[in-house]
């Protein structure tokens, strides 16, 4: 398997672990992105199954910006998180040139998303896009906060263009949730009728294509939302903690099984 180096530390690591035998088990605790909560938990079982893993892998879903903050708040001795997966590059960037006493090495690209507006209720049409007249036909359209998360900005842009013009929030056309996990249950229970996802929350491809659940989709691909990840700094991280951080980064960016599983939940 390739490794990323991310500093002497990990070489270290990685001697010790030769040295102590590969039984020792190690913590990991991964801070994602809601959109990628679901995929990266099927990961970590496959990163589990495949080294008959013993290590203890925890995740922790949230808004980009709630859980980044989380990361500042922390500090690097014994901060939340050992490795950020956020739905933005610009997230992880920050964090490496403005904060870079709290990461390890560069930001890495882990998968590829789409905002898809959709609806889960039986006579709604939203295939061509967002109506004009989307609140008078459906009512308020469902978006995950515009400041803290990738996806309910991505929103945000697409109402205030012409021809919806929202010119700012709160606006009683649009309904802002925590996070793109919450703003999809609201559409997915009787809550709101349509509403902004990510396209991995309402799509799976088994090999066969693309299939789709709910009633109604529109896919906007020509904004793809490129999602990055970044190591952070824990000083009380052990040597085979650091091990781990290393093996599991380079297995989600380049392992067949990983693979496969991002793109079942339709991330490019």
């Not at 609140?135 to 991505?154: C, E, F, K």
């Not at 529109?218 to 990055?228: F, L």
Request: glycine share 8%; charged share 10%; with cysteine.
């Amino acid at each position: 398997m390739q490794k990323i180096t991310l500093g002497k530390k990990t070489l270290i690591a990685s001697a010790l672990m030769l040295a102590m035998g590969s039984s020792m088990a190690a913590t990991l605790k991964i801070g994602v992105a809601s959109n990628f909560e679901i995929p990266l938990r099927a990961i970590v079982d496959a990163y589990k199954f495949d080294f008959s893993s013993s290590d203890t892998i925890t995740v922790t879903g949230g808004a980009t910006g709630t859980l980044k903050a989380a990361i500042i708040s922390g500090g690097s001795t014994n901060g939340p998180y050992d490795l950020f997966l956020a739905a933005n590059q610009a997230a992880p960037v920050d964090l490496v040139n403005n904060y870079s006493s709290l990461v390890e090495g560069s930001s890495f690209t882990y998968a590829t998303g789409y905002l898809t507006l959709w609806s889960n209720t039986s006579g709604v049409n939203v295939s061509s896009g967002l109506p004009s007249n989307f609140y008078s036909l459906y009512g308020q359209v469902a978006i995950a906060d515009h400041i803290t998360a990738p996806y309910g900005a991505a929103a945000w842009t697409v109402l205030q263009a012409s021809p919806h013009n929202i010119t700012s929030l709160p606006d009683s056309k649009v309904a802002e949730y925590t996070n793109i996990d919450t703003t999809f249950q609201a559409v997915n229970t009787p809550g709101k009728q349509i509403g902004f996802v990510a396209k991995s929350q309402v799509c799976q491809n088994l090999g066969a294509g693309e299939t789709f659940s709910g009633t109604s989709h529109y896919v906007y691909t020509g904004s793809p939302i490129v999602q990055a990840g970044v190591a952070i700094e824990r000083t009380s991280r052990s040597g085979a903690d650091d091990t781990l951080l290393s093996d599991f980064i380079n297995y989600l960016r380049t392992n067949s099984n990983a693979q496969a599983i991002i793109q079942q939940y339709c991330y490019s």
